[in-house]
């Protein structure tokens, strides 16, 4: 037993949980199997508004269709291919989108899409393809984009470049630096910021965190990953973004509670409802 097992998000917030949007995360990651019903009320119950689920691959989507059903005006959707399933990615498949996008509306965005030359699951040419045609899909329907870049920058960055006339969406779980941060700024994207802010190897995120425009900035969890300190490396939940929200107010000296009504603001402008 460590000495943090004792300690709850709720012991950690008081009880107290401002309003926000997990604008990314994935509940139905099989790490919820056993508990999703009763995390979700609980969810509810702590002030969490809104959830943006996104998929990883077309075998998702109709699961993620069924979860924004099930709990109407709470969860929505994002739809597509993310880098490392892009051997998948066909003609086909991304027809296959295009009408789950036309038949569902609570499909708010495009994603989870990018690059991950971290992982480098698939090849970087077939990651680069299925980028690119996913970015001209969002355009064609005027959807937001969920980025995923890890440690592909360059090349994330002269793809959203090449769509920048029709791009719109955020650069998830950002990670880069001040210089890209700008160039996504420059590019119209909101940087979405999650539990790798309280890390203690976080010296960069929370150097731009306070140079960023509170405009740009949404809230995301990336759960069942990414929990926030002193909880790394457990499961996350909606929840635990109160304690990204409370870090963000003590690196910006800004009310826990201005924030999390400008963040919130900022993630319905991002989905566009
Ligand atoms: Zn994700």
Redesign the pocket.
Known sequence: MSATDHITIDSLTGGIYRPVFDT?A?YLDEEFDACRETLIETLRASSVVHVME?ACDLSDVQKIVRLCEDYPGFFFGAAGIHPHNADSYSEHSLESLRSSFAANRSLRAVG?IGLDYHYDFSPRETQKACFDAQLSLAGDLDLPVII?DREAHGDCLDLLKAHRSRLSGVM?CFSGSYETARECLDLGLYLGIGGSLTFRNAKKLVEIVPKLPLDRIVLET?CPYMAPEPFRGRINDSRYIQLVLKRVSELRHESEDFLASVFLGNSLSLFRM
Do not use: L, N, P, T
Request: glycine share 0%; no cysteine; hydrophobic share 15%.
């Open positions: 990314h994935h996104a989870e995923h998830h990336d």
